[in-house]
């Protein structure tokens, strides 16, 4: 059941963070729901970028036509989730005529899909003056899931200046400023915040950027979070990205967060033909040190048209898989492909 009562979090612009009022039922929401066959190793977070890609879904389609952007498992409830720009042409029941996709884009508006294991379309929402969806969480709950993403789209940017909570009713249409939506303030001022969630460890990611302070990365404890406790486990530069990369997806395990960078394909004559297999790098960082441990490039899916690195999430289970994901084909015909590596 969604919670009507939003609250927000004031955090700090140090290390500090303050605490306002959070309603109960949200802070007992999504209780520590046992992964079925997570296994404690698993909390370490570490995966070899070295081991091999394997192919878990290829070319399928999401609700609207865009780009995949990122996507999360929900490993109790055993689903997918993605989030993508919605679509233009599109109508919504409140308002006035079709909406092109330049504008959905600048407000901050977007679709999510929710997945069955195997890639087939269960369900949508509609998500208005939200952000980029360059990052999203999945928080299992009792008899739901809770969404974590980016909240309240900069007008300059289209991209999110809070991270937000809320739980995924389909066919639904959810506005930024809605009751039914919580809201967390990490930094005030900053810009570009993108979640990820550790359900596992009980660990909430949040990139965020201030001016003339760069990309960092703050880790907060999700149950604390929840609560208003917005004091960090680890705030640290972002490191490993270069200043000529896009970054296409962020995720946390344990003491490790994952990244994923890279561009979508040129034709021959361009910086990154499909003959050189595209130019997508994964990267994993130790958040106790700040220090960045591998990098490496990766071919995954490198025989897409198109290809384009779009989003990267951890599966757990028996065996915890590290997902990449990747968008091909034609503009208003996008689909999405994932690959994974497996836990050693």
């Known amino acids: 059941m969604i919670n009507r009562r939003a609250f927000v979090l004031a955090g700090a612009a140090g290390l500090a963070a303050a605490t306002t009022l959070t309603s109960p039922a949200i802070a007992a929401g999504a209780s520590r729901s046992a992964v079925p066959g997570a296994r404690t ?42 989030v993508q720009l919605m679509e233009g042409g599109i109508q919504l029941p409140d308002e006035p005529g079709p909406v092109s996709g330049g504008d959905r884009s600048a407000r901050g508006d977007m679709c999510l899909t929710r997945l069955g294991l195997g890639g087939e379309q269960l369900g ?30 900069n007008p300059d940017s289209g991209y999110g200046t809070a991270v937000a909570r809320f739980s995924y009713v389909d ?16 930094v005030p001022g900053s810009t570009s915040n993108r979640p990820a969630v550790d359900v596992l460890n009980r660990r909430l990611l949040v990139q965020y950027m201030v001016p003339d302070g760069g990309y960092r990365y703050r880790v907060l404890d999700l149950d604390r979070a929840k ?32 990244q994923m960078t890279g561009t979508h394909y040129t034709d021959e004559s361009g910086d990154n033909p499909p003959s050189g297999h595209g130019n997508a790098y994964l990267s994993r960082v130790h958040l106790p040190t700040s220090r960045l441990e591998q990098r490496i490039r990766t071919e995954a899916a490198y025989s897409l048209d198109y290809r384009e690195p779009e989003g990267i ?20 015909a996008r689909k999405y492909t994932l690959y994974y590596k497996s836990q050693s």
């Open 41 to 82: 190793a698993a909390s370490d977070g570490r995966f070899d970028l070295t081991a091999p890609a394997v192919q878990y879904l290829r070319e399928k389609t999401l609700y609207n036509s865009t780009i995949l952007q990122s996507f999360a498992f929900d490993d109790v409830h055993r689903c997918i989730f993605a």
């Open 124 to 153: 949508h929402m509609y998500l208005r003056g939200f952000g980029h969806g360059a990052s999203i969480g999945v928080e299992p709950g009792s008899g739901t899931s809770y969404i974590w993403t980016e909240a309240d789209a």
């Open 171 to 186: 066919g639904a249409v959810l506005d930024s400023g809605s009751s039914a939506v919580d809201k967390i303030y990490v």
């Open 227 to 258: 609560r208003g406790d917005l004091r960090p486990l680890f705030d640290i530069p972002r490191v490993g990205i270069d200043d000529t990369e896009t970054p296409q997806g962020v995720a946390i395990l344990g003491d490790h967060v994952y």
């Open 313 to 332: 999430a951890i599966q757990l289970g028996p065996s915890p898989r590290l997902h990449l994901g990747f968008a091909s084909g034609v503009a208003g």
